[in-house]
């Protein structure tokens, strides 16, 4: 996924606790962030007391556009891929040639 091609993109970065995941997510996030014209987000899929949010309290957390254009949203603190597919956009349908 590039600047002229703005599909819709998947990365995950994943290891032990405390190697500093997250501060790599956020500094590629401020790194590309021109290439977002609709924002970028962090969304923590955990609670303070570090229960998981369901889908539901996830889906209510994620900010409404703002703005027009392709946003960039950073998932921090995921148990699962399962957690998550419920909040990636649909890849666009192709017609049948």
Known sequence: MTANH?????VVISGAPG????ALALQAAHLVQDAFPGGCFTLAMTDPDGSALS???AMERLPSPSRPG???LVLDDVASAGRIRPLLPSPPKVPPS
Do not use: C, N
Request: no cysteine.
């Open 6 to 10: 703005p599909q819709t993109g998947l």
């Open 19 to 22: 190697i500093g995941k997250t």
């Open 55 to 57: 889908t539901a309290e």
């Open 70 to 72: 392709r946003r960039l």
